[in-house]
């Protein structure tokens, strides 16, 4: 069933696609009306094919990130939850990728939908077959060609033998221009069985069939102009009133999706008496407009990413050669970063508007823009926002954007400086001296900004803060820093200005950086209340790896108990991090999972005590990622039960249950259980499941009163 669904739900992102692109496909038909119809075949296969691959490298709201964002938006709330996948950014292949669960109403639909499907190709075939043996009664005329009074235009079918149908007291010479008709389609039933299959599949789309309406009457249109090609205008009027000789549909006979028919005819003869061949110049413009519709429907996004420059970390000089003198969105600086709740994001730079360029940097309108992983924009800040003055500012061509935690909180800040040209007397001023012994030609001196990274948005929490250094001594400043932190202090960090060191301390109630005067004796209270408070309210537990940096660091809180309450655990502490704050139970070990033929200090495990069992997850530090989440209760336990037809064994809401991982290899893990059953039954076992495929296999268990295990065989997975 979770299979269904998954089909299901990337039927309906496709066609709400669709959609979406019918004003666009509507008017490119309406555009191209008088023009040779053989253009338009090749815009309704693009059309099609959209329909059906999920594969592009954009969508059409691409454009707009605010309606990229509501158009997931709306997918996440089909009623399909997507595991290991946080956030609404994703991609066609997550829902293939990762286990799903479908709501009862989800489940109801793709039921219904994929009936829809089967309803709608039965019934096509069903009449199919019945138009077939009605029309077979008719009178032979000729080879393969079958007078029939059951209908009143031409009728065609077969797909290696085809049947012509002719109505009874048709002309010859009409019939003569209709087998020109006919000669001119090619490979026509494969073409109508993909398009009937393809409007079956969304056949909840009113667009859909009216895309299958318009796709007939291009068809005909298509097999007149080649009937006739650059033929003499006088045959063209002949072929035009044989057309006109041929009745409009009747009711005789109800025809399938399959039947192929002359309808249409009076709008095909009016066309076929006007119709004005192609010169070169039209065909290059048909082309053009291809083009354009196959950017539309599959290239936008690399196209956007060319209008915009390109992101690479060094763009290239658009005064050399580029097509457009004012670039958008080109990346100065980029830095993989992770959310407060651990999901990836890219902290980017972005010249908007340029101004001049030299050897070095740019000058011009910038802004500061956090994405997903998949390039959407989640938040961004002008230079107004983030330094408060608007107007243009100036950075380096090899800028490096540095982030770091440096009030603890487990959310990630940004440094951005801009350059200061001080006058003496400010300098003077902001050194307090009286002699100008420091001269401020001496200095390079910048003002910096921190900037909290947070879930969906960005906010400045400290600001105006100066720096200063020797231009002949060994630290340099640019227009992005690492901060110094002071050791064993988590809220005070310290930045140099000419002789003196300036402290910033973070304030909880504001919610920002002030600067403080602190001595030593200050920065040891500091240092004292720190330490104080990390033993008595958290303790941390970590993993290392080959090279002796913390890799894994858990945070636990004991409580009135004694237990350690997990509070965090985090993966790449020192950078990158990525975060988890939602485990709920009490920390019991931390360790690594070792394999043979795997990358050592790969896998870690956390085992902690849940609100319902023992359990534990896996982590994957080399891709910072959920590897496996093992349950928290007995609800799966109680499945592979029923799977493997164990039906005496049931489990109470609340059984005590002990989880364990015994063994993980080539992406199967071993899983041992022992655990209290309902009437005082106790089981222990275990069974493999296998991540990839999402199977459970090899289950094996005993009773507490039966010591001999009761193994069951694989289920057959069909």
Known sequence: MNWLGRIFYTVLSMSGMMLFLAPLVLLLRFGMRNQEKKFMKWEWWLVYLRSLCPVALSSPICLFDSWNRQYHLFLSTLGLTIEEQSGIMNSWSAVFLHPVHMTKAFTVCAVTWAAGVFLVLF???????????????????????LESGTTSVPVRFGFFHKIHVVPAGMHARDMRYYLQHIQAHSFENAKRIVVVGITAIHWFNPVMWLYYILWNHDEEYLADEKAVHKKPSAECREYAQGLLNIQKESKKLHLSLFTIREGNVEKRAQRMMYLKWDKTGEKLLNFLIWSVTLILLFLLAPMKIA???GTWQNPVDSSKGSLFSNIKGIVIAKTDISSPDGLDRILKLELLEKDKTDKDSYTGTFALRMYDDFDNRIASLSMKDIFGTGGSYAFPKDMNLFVGDYNGDGTQEAVLGKKLSLSQKEFDRMTEQTDSSQKVKDYTVYSYSVINLEKENMQVIGSDICAAVSKN?????????????????????????????????????????????????????????????????????????????????????????????????????????????????????????????VLNNRYAMLIYNG????????????????????????????????????????????????????????????????????????????????IKKKLTTNFTYSREADTDASASPSPTTK
Not at 123 to 145: H, N, W
Not at 547 to 575: C, F, H, W
Not at 618 to 635: F, H, L, M, P, S
Request: net charge negative.
């Open 611 to 690: 609100t319902k069992a023992q359990t534990f997850t896996v982590y994957d530090t080399k891709t910072r990622t959920q590897y496996y989440q093992q349950e928290d209760g007995t609800t799966q336990l109680a499945k592979v039960f029923k799977q493997y037809k164990e039906d005496d064994i049931t489990f109470e809401d609340g059984a005590v249950v002990v989880y364990n991982l015994k063994e993980l290899k080539d992406d199967i893990l071993t899983i041992g259980f022992a655990g209290q059953a309902d009437n005082g039954i106790t089981v222990k076992g275990s069974y493999q499941y296998d």
């Open 473 to 597: 001594g060994k630290k340099e400043l640019s227009s992005s820093v690492e901060l110094d932190t002071i050791e064993d202090i988590t809220t005070v960090f310290s930045v140099p200005f000419a002789k003196e060191t300036q402290y910033y301390v973070w304030n909880q109630e504001k919610g920002k950086y002030e600067q403080k005067d602190l001595s030593k004796k200050d920065l040891e209270q500091y240092k004292t209340d720190s330490t104080a408070e990390a033993k008595e309210e958290t303790q941390e537990h970590t993993l290392k790896n080959n090279s002796g940096s913390t890799a894994v660091l858990v945070t636990t809180k004991k409580d009135s108990d004694g237990n350690e309450d997990i509070r965090s655990l985090i993966l790449s502490p020192k950078k990158n991090q990525k975060k988890w704050d939602n485990i709920h139970g009490y920390y019991c070990d931390l360790k690594w999972i070792t394999q043979e033929n």
């Open 123 to 145: 019934s096509a075939f069903f009449v199919q077959r019945r138009v077939k043996q009605t029309l077979m009664q008719g009178k032979e005329i000729g080879e393969d060609i």
């Open 307 to 309: 209008w915009s420059g």
